[in-house]
């Protein structure tokens, strides 16, 4: 049901009070095909096939979610008719080349790690209303989404920090009242805070930041006394510097970038 709410606010955007072109042209059977202009790793199949679905619209697809494509290559042949189709054309490409562009960034992160067992995540940097279709597309890529929202993980941030007068009291409290399944990080920004939030009883600890010297640290120290403690770096991470990050022995790498910095590839429609 999000999808298909989600779907039909693109299609109203889009369509508004109808498109003129439905209107003064007669439906036919046609087939149309998305081409790739420009290399990059598929997402939106989900939603294309959601739309179909509800479009009554027949799809061949050529690849799927999580596939490199190269430019030049097909990935998706259309059959429906064509008031339909060219109605919809605009929002199932903007669809595709949004998740895509992500996928394709996503992808060559995941890459530059892929030898250390460091695992890429993502954050709650996305596009107003935009985030459960965003995060999707960095499971495409080969991402691992990080918190989808308030509700699911506990983090107490620098912001939060700052109102709290007892560390360790209020985190015996958080253990009586909030879901037994959930787990609690704690943002850091020296070795100090990671000692203070690792003897509290954090789950996972945010080394936020830190210099790869200080982040080496962290990791020892925390594999020398909580070794059950996950380890996550932050700030700062791009395709330059990421690997030297993984290699301080963190668990986790997150980074905004891969949602937000993605460009977007090029794709095109064509009617057969």
Known sequence: MLKETFLKALVAEDVGRGDLFSRISSGKPIRAY?????????????YIDAFA??????????KSDGSRFSKGEKLLFISGDSKTILSLERSIL???IHASSIATLTDSYVNAIKDTGVKLLDTRKTRPLLREFEKYAVRCGGGINHRMG?????????????????????????RQKIPFTSKVEIECESLEMAKKAMKSGADIVMCDNMSTEETMKVVAYRNENYPHILLEASGNVTLDTIEKIASTGVDAISSGSIIHQANWIDLSMKVE
Do not use: N, P, R
């Not at 107490?156 to 709290?164: A, F, G, S, V």
């Open 53 to 62: 679905k509800m479009y009554d619209l027949t799809l061949e697809w050529k």
């Open 34 to 46: 998305i081409i790739a202009k420009s290399d990059g790793v598929l997402a939106g199949q989900e």
């Open 150 to 174: 308030l509700d699911d993980c506990l983090m107490l941030k620098d912001t939060h920090l700052q109102t709290i007068e007892d560390l360790d009291v209020f985190m015996q409290e958080v």
């Open 94 to 96: 903007d669809m595709v």
